[in-house]
């Protein structure tokens, strides 16, 4: 089987790009791909999930060990032609000033070749030593292979071809033209594949680019595996399925982790989705889940829904154990400014949300439980925030369900408002072997409900 980690010398060299028109290009013709991408992300994943139509797993030093990593991969890539991994910012970039969570130190970690991308724009013969230094770097990785991006011209691909046969020992699989304004971005990057209005064009258009300038048939496997039967959540479900669970899924909120979903499933309960856009009311659930997203672009369509912030509040206001994070946190305030517009939200929490300019809090986090309405007694938590939104308090104070000991949070120094069976975050939590959220938010809906189980 084919494995490849997609890496760069730096961020924004068209990473994801390349890698939705491989995975596009592969499953079209009729290759089985599993991706992965480095690193708590949710928007690329969406569109590698779109294009290799089976989830995309995000593989993350942050809240994962090594061991966890190895098993996730080889467990999700077993029946593939191939495994593919997007890499994040430069391939030896990390957290770490030691390399110790790189894109490098994971491709050595899974065994994999790298497929190294440069943005080509802006130099020619000088492509040749920085190649050289990124080879000599570290001798152990399997760097051999470059794709050349943002080649503007016949000429352009001339020298850079030249300098690098002359220089180096890599081999070129292609020279592709510049890509513009195919998948746009805004203030947390791309678009996620689910607000995106015109996607199916948008890839074929990104598959069709490459293949017409890459040599992929070096990349992808001569012959197609017959697949075999992947064992899934479902092949270990045991007992009946006691508890339903609500997941916003809509244009607003998207951001989640697949396998954090399927563990609800593996511990025998079932998946709600709910449109908190189209729906007119809650359905009957034991809990509700809302995550991520971009509820400040939908603002005024989930405003619009006024029955269905009527049933989400009077749910929680019944005591319905509810889990929102960052665009749910949101969507559960009085108010949302956006764009200098006001929107009204839900108002469960008595506060309001302004969208800035810049990021408020980025990056990791790291957390200690306080008086945790799950029961959860535990430091040092890794999780991760990105979100522009800041948090305006009115009159009522609440409880907090963390201490940021890294990170911003709601107020650089706590995150997780409480109010009563209702949690609402900035921190995205991944349900790892280190804390396994899933669990505890389960027990707790269990213990909600009357049913003790796990």
Partial sequence: MQTLLISSTKKSSGKTIVTIGLVGLATKLGYSVQTFKKGPDFIDPSWLSYVSKRPCFNLDFNTMSANEIKSTYQ???????????????????????????????????????????????????GIAPLLQGYKKFDNKLKLNHVLLNHVSTSRHEGKLLSAIKQYTDFKVLGAIPPINNLIDERHLGLIPSFQHKDKNSVTKSIISTLQDNVDYKKIFPKKIQKQKQIKGYKNLIKGKQNLTIGVAVDSAFGFYYPDDLEKIVKYGHKIKKINLIKDKELPALDGLFIGGGFPETQAMELAKNISMKKSVKSAIENHLPVYAECGGLMYLA?????????????????????????????????????????????????????????????????????????????????????????????????????????????????????????
Avoid at 86 to 100: F, H, N, P, V
Wanted: overall charge positive.
């Fill in 75 to 125: 467990t999700r890539v077993n029946g593939s032609d191939m495994g593919i991994i997007e890499g994040t910012k430069g391939l030896y970039d990390g957290i770490s000033t030691d390399g110790r969570d790189s894109n490098a130190e994971l491709a050595k970690l899974l065994s994999t070749e790298v497929l190294l991308i440069i943005d080509c724009k802006g130099i020619t013969r």
């Fill in 334 to 454: 009085n108010n949302l400014k956006f764009n200098s517009k006001t929107k009204k939200m839900c108002n469960v929490f008595d506060i309001d949300i302004i969208m800035n300019t810049k990021p408020v809090g980025r990056g990791y986090t790291i957390l200690d439980s306080l008086v945790h309405p799950w029961g959860i007694k535990k430091i040092n938590i890794h999780a991760h925030e990105f979100h522009y939104s800041s948090v305006i308090s009115r009159k009522k104070r609440y409880k907090y369900a963390f201490n940021i000991k890294r990170g911003y949070g709601i107020n650089g120094k706590k995150d997780g408002l409480i109010y009563k069976n209702t949690i609402a975050s900035f921190s995205h939590l991944r349900s790892c072997n280190s804390f396994d959220w899933i669990k505890y938010f389960i027990k707790h809906i269990e213990e909600v409900n009357g049913k003790a189980n796990i």
